[in-house]
C-alpha cells in the first residue's frame, strides 16, 4: 500500500508501474475527488464498486487492473493489483451482495448455485434453472474465460492456477444438490435447457414470467 499526499507524484509512479498506457482522465478524476473528500459522481458508478465499509473504494482503470485506494487520516492510500486475483472469504462475498440488494432492490445473481443463504435467498422473486451436459458447460466456461482474460488463463499466466481451480469447482458440483437446492426455494423456478438457443430460451423465459405475473396480479 503507498501513502499519497501528492497526486502528481503517484501518477508519476503510476506510469512506471504500468509501462503502458492508462484513462488518464479517469484516473485523474478518481484521484482528485479522493483528494478532496468528494464522492464520486453517478456516472462512474461502473468504476467505482463501493465495498462494505466507509472509506474503502474499488476503482477499474483499465479492463484488467484495480486501483484499491484507502483515505485514512487525510492521506490517501493506494497500490494497483491485477483484477480477477483477489480471492474473498464467504462472508465478505455475502456482506458485499447484501450491501448492494439493500441499494438496488431489483438484481440478478449468476451463479453454479445460488445458495448464499437465508437471508439472500428470501429476496429473490423469480429463478431460472438451466441445465447443461458438464462437458458442455466446461467448454463454454473455457471460452468465456479466454474471451475475457485471453492467455492469462494459459499456463504461464497469472491466472492459470485460479482458472484450473474454478474449472475443476464447477466440475465437482452435483446435480442433485443443485435440483435439491432449487426445490427449495419458494419463489417460482422456470427450467431451461442449456443446449436450446439463447433466443429460443429467452422467448419462453419472458413467456413464462409475464404468465406468472399475471397469476400474481389477479
Excluded at 452435483?174 to 439463447?198: F, N, Q, Y
Aim: glycine residues 6%.
Amino acid at each position: 500500500m503507498m501513502k499519497i499526499n501528492r497526486t502528481s507524484r503517484f501518477k508519476k509512479e503510476y506510469r512506471q508501474m504500468m509501462k503502458r498506457g492508462y484513462d488518464s482522465k479517469l484516473f485523474e478524476y478518481v484521484v482528485g475527488e479522493l483528494a478532496n473528500g468528494r464522492p464520486l459522481a453517478e456516472k462512474y458508478n461502473d468504476h467505482a464498486l463501493k465495498g462494505s465499509f466507509e472509506g474503502f473504494r474499488e476503482c477499474h482503470i483499465q479492463p484488467d487492473w484495480l486501483l484499491i485506494y484507502i483515505v485514512e487520516n487525510d492521506v490517501l492510500m493506494l497500490t494497483l493489483t491485477r483484477t480477477y486475483t483477489i480471492e474473498r472469504t464467504r462472508e465478505e462475498s455475502l456482506d458485499l451482495m447484501l450491501a448492494d440488494i439493500e441499494k438496488y432492490c431489483s438484481f440478478v445473481i449468476s451463479a453454479v448455485i445460488g445458495d448464499f443463504g437465508e437471508e439472500i435467498s428470501s429476496t429473490y422473486t423469480f429463478a431460472v434453472f438451466i441445465s447443461a451436459p458438464l462437458e458442455t458447460r466446461i467448454e463454454r466456461i473455457k471460452q468465456r474465460a479466454y474471451g475475457q482474460h485471453g492467455e492469462r488463463i494459459r499456463e504461464g499466466g497469472d491466472m492459470y492456477e485460479q482458472h484450473l481451480k474454478f474449472v475443476d469447482f464447477v466440475a465437482s458440483r452435483s446435480l442433485l444438490r443443485i435440483e435439491e437446492w432449487a426445490e427449495t426455494l419458494v419463489c417460482p423456478v422456470i427450467h431451461v435447457d442449456g443446449t436450446k438457443s439463447i433466443s429460443e430460451n429467452t422467448k419462453m423465459v419472458v413467456e413464462k414470467y409475464l404468465h406468472i405475473l399475471s397469476v400474481d396480479n389477479e
